[in-house]
Nanobody, 123 residues
Framework: VQLQASGGGLVQAGGSRRLSCAASGRTFSAYAMGWFRQAPGKEREFVATISWTGGSTYYADSVKGRFTISRDNAKNTVYLQMNSLKPEDTAVYYC?????????????????WGQGTQVTVSS
């Protein structure tokens, strides 16, 4: 299984960015997907998750109302639309495939991870 994350970059506070994660090597539509992030000196933390059909989503409190996770099973791709970005959103963002169909915030319930894409929000 390969996950290729893209879309990171430098953005000003208040701006928007859309991350993409293209998956290959497994039946993408059969598994939940998630986004996590890791800031320098901090542990990797949960950001958002989406169920196999896209019908259920869940967000970390810190991004709720600003970020939106979505998926296109025909394109084997999951997205993270990030709006109203803040400097504290600066991190490397990772996509991951769940071991099951349903949303989960637990890192150990994700078995494949992308390489990460850097998002830097300037104040």
């Amino acid at each position: 299984v390969q996950l290729q994350a893209s879309g990171g970059g430098l953005v000003q506070a208040g701006g928007s960015r859309r991350l993409s994660c293209a998956a290959s090597g497994r039946t993408f539509s059969a598994y939940a997907m998630g986004w996590f992030r890791q800031a320098p000196g901090k542990e990797r933390e949960f950001v958002a998750t989406i169920s196999w059909t896209g019908g259920s989503t869940y967000y970390a409190d810190s991004v709720k109302g600003r970020f939106t996770i979505s998926r296109d099973n025909a394109k084997n791709t999951v997205y993270l639309q990030m709006n109203s970005l803040k400097p504290e959103d600066t991190a490397v963002y990772y996509c991951a495939t769940g071991t099951g169909r349903y949303t989960t915030t637990r890192k150990y319930e994700y078995d494949y991870w992308g390489q990460g894409t850097q998002v830097t929000v300037s104040s």
